[in-house]
């Protein structure tokens, strides 16, 4: 059957979320109404945002329209989630797309570019529109292959503040449930772009009645990736002639799960946590086994991990030898970690900010001493019942 596509003028499916036209807020800056998209698909709706005419979108309020959209589009979900951009005040909002499926599951792309250098509507519609008629893969759910810890035929259950209820028996079996993929690219000629892509976990069918425990890693077949893409690579294929010869000299990913103190937020495991020198990869396996296991590719020179749970951050510093052909081309790795949070606060019916996940890079004129720093992000959010 073919697809309905249904167009919604200046947010109409939204309310008044929206303004009617562009607007100057703080300073020169200017926003504008996103065109909007809806696409029903098969057990899952899709929604487009995106710049009509080159100014960006307000991140705030393209937050409220996808969080009544979530809402709207899995009514019978317990559990609710999506993730928004975390973006320099360099660069601006110019594309966003979400999937979600019946049972509450998403996948996201975000687009970011530097202001003064838009992509254009046409661009952009193309990406969001590529990206919008494939299907989502949300990934599978990794079972842990351990029960939760009761005879066969034995049951036991947990009630919340809240009154929710959890049976655990001798049949059930702890597992990560896969809520989605979150993507973002984030274009910056001429120095370089990058793009990230990660899957966002959830442990179900736990014996833990205190904490809810979360993974941000490559999907179960390693799935995902940390990318580089430096002026240098797109300007000698003629990728575009706004990029120069800019090299990767450093990058950083970092998992931040301290968002929320009343969540009472802990960082577990992170991979890889030893100091790593390249050009090399490792097979690295997160969780309780069988888990996540997937490839992590060490720059030439090297990747430094560094876990602070005090903090609950884990970060991975990535050093360029700047004459390598890591440096001049495009580059991708892969990072995980686990983190967990208050049982009872998370079911309260509100949003929670669960994790940031930032990528930044630091671009280095090739031959010369001119650097610029490029990063994105995004937070992930969750909603219990």
Known sequence: MRQKVVWFVLGVLVGSLFLAS????GGNVQYVTPAVQRIPGNNYTTLLLYTPNGLPLDVKNVQKAVQEFVLKSAPKAKWHVYAVPDIPPSFALYGYGIKVAKDGRVSVYIIASRKGYPLTS????EKLSKWAVKRPTFGENIPLGKDAGLPPSWEAK???SNGNVRTYTGESSPYW????PVKIEVNDPPYGNIYAKFYM???WNDNDPNREYFLVAPDKSGGGRYEIDPGYGLWEVGEDENYKYYVTKSAKIIHNWNLEHNLNPKLGEADPVESLGGHSTIQVTIGYPPAVTFT???PDSKMLPAIDRYTKKATWL???NTDSDDAKYSFKTNVAS???VSQNVLHNGQWHAIVNVKFQAMFQYYSGWDTHETWGGVTWYVKVG
């Open 296 to 298: 992590v590719t060490i």
């Open 177 to 180: 449930h896969n809520f989605g």
């Open 201 to 203: 976990y959830g442990l």
């Open 22 to 25: 562009a607007y100057p807020t």
């Open 318 to 320: 990535l050093k360029f």
């Open 158 to 160: 947990s009630v919340d």
């Open 338 to 340: 686990e983190g967990s």
């Open 122 to 125: 046409l661009m952009l519609r």
